[in-house]
């Protein structure tokens, strides 16, 4: 086969052993559906990319889309007198829904939410195959296809189907992996000081997903705090989430040792793979995590700052390349663990409560802002493993929607629902 996964990807294989690792995404698309018309322009645009056939041979950590004929369908669903509860339902269905372990298969499965003069075209897709800005410029070319969108500006680019591996970008990245690796203590450190997430049956990893958003009064007070605060809009909510999160977690507060809770954000290292990797289509992405013990009575400006210190000192210095590393350790333990160790030990080495997904619209798909409709645009991904939470956020124009999916095991919908409603009180008290 052709293809080697890289790090993450060889993450993710390990991960859907246990529960699928899949990611969610729907875009509005306000016309009338003809499925027919729709379902022959995807199958025409996966056919003409080669994003067919794919092949994989798990136990290598191989893969190759051979290429061939596309036999992709829509699963058209009614959306009723609430088209948007269809919508939630379903995308929580397909992200438990598990594709094939190995072998060849269709890693994208396709469904609409039908209203009378719209729908939501939605992809459910094996996270391992391919990035969220990758499904993102997909989408685009279903949506300019069938809406008869006249591009005017620079043709879009064709996915890199074997882009370069990690060896790449670490040689790309040599000065900075090996200073930082003095950081992997402090990291350790971190963990062993962090309290770690509790799961009632660690066996079951079924994901539930809540879906909120925010308007564009509340994006505008988040985005002009971070602002006036002099950090990213990554480190307010980062900072919010540990804020909310902390009395929800507070017997840690009595215990010896582990009293500081930790959250994590994924990063697209994209840039730091070089052109090379620009049109790359699979997962190129690494992480930090970020603890603080957050005691009782702390500001949220004060625990901002603390957050923005530590994230600015990650970047500076790409102290999220240790993650990588890490990964790479964790692999060649894997094949020692049994099923049970298997399920408790990102929990045990890396505790983290929640993590955070952002992914920006505007600068991925900027001819939206010239089209005679509104898009509006929603994805999910799976926890995983690694934290009991995942927050994908995703920003386009001045609305920001989010979806928090959350391993069942350790939160109900009643938890979940009251987590939301103090983000989004937080955010509108700011």
């Known amino acids: 086969m052709k293809g080697k996964l890289n790090l993450f990807q060889a993450a993710m294989i390990r991960w859907r ?28 645009r996966l056919e003409e990319l080669g994003l067919t056939g794919l092949g994989l041979d798990r136990r290598r950590l191989r893969y190759e889309w051979s ?16 088209p948007l509860a269809t919508l939630h339902g379903e995308i929580e269905r397909q992200l438990n829904l598990a594709f094939p372990t190995e072998g060849r298969f269709d890693p994208f499965r396709f469904f609409a939410v039908v209203d009378e003069k ?44 074997y882009p370069p591996k990690y060896r790449h970008l670490f040689a790309r990245q040599a000065v900075p992996l090996v200073k930082g690796l003095a950081s992997l203590r402090t990291l350790i450190a971190s963990c062993r000081r962090s309290v770690r997430p509790r ?6 990893g079924y994901n539930g997903v809540a879906f909120f958003r925010l308007d564009s009064g509340e994006h505008t007070k988040l985005a002009r705090t971070a602002r006036d605060w002099e950090m990213t809009q990554n480190d307010l909510f980062l900072s919010i989430l540990l804020w909310i999160l902390s009395p929800r977690v507070a017997e840690r507060r009595e215990a010896k040792r582990r009293r500081e809770l930790g959250v994590a954000s994924i990063v697209n290292v994209r840039r730091d793979f070089g ?64 099923a049970e160790q298997r399920q408790g030990f990102h929990a045990k080495n890396y505790a983290v409560w929640a993590g955070m997904t952002p992914l920006f619209l505007d600068a991925l798909w900027p001819a939206a802002r010239a089209y005679p409709f509104r898009l509006e645009y ?36 009643e938890r979940v629902d009251g987590i939301i409603a103090d983000i989004t009180n937080c955010i509108r008290s700011l």
């Open 199 to 204: 799961y009632a049956s660690s066996g079951d």
């Open 17 to 44: 052993e246990m529960h699928p690792y899949n990611a969610v995404h729907v875009v509005h698309v306000p016309r009338p559906m003809d499925a027919a018309r729709l379902e022959a322009g995807i199958r025409r």
């Open 118 to 161: 719209s729908f939501h075209l939605g992809i459910a897709y094996d996270h391992f195959v391919a990035g969220g800005d990758s499904i993102v410029l997909l989408l685009q070319r279903f949506v300019e296809d069938y809406c008869g969108v006249e591009r005017s500006g620079p043709a879009l680019p064709v996915p890199t189907l």
């Open 378 to 413: 929603v994805r999910a991904v799976a926890t995983g493993p690694l934290a009991p939470i995942v927050v994908a956020l995703t920003t386009l124009g001045e609305v920001v929607q989010i979806a928090l999916s959350f391993r069942t095991a350790a939160f109900d919908r």
């Open 275 to 338: 052109a090379k990797a620009a049109n790359g289509f699979v997962p190129l992405l690494a992480s930090f995590r970020v603890a603080h013990p957050v005691p009782p009575g702390i500001g949220l400006r004060e625990l901002a700052s603390f957050v923005h210190a530590e994230t600015s000192h990650v970047k500076r210095g790409k102290l999220y390349l240790q993650t990588l590393l890490a990964i790479g350790l964790s692999g060649m333990q894997w094949r020692f663990l049994s």
């Open 67 to 82: 290429g061939g004929g596309s036999a992709a369908t829509i699963a058209a669903l009614a959306g009723g007198a609430d």
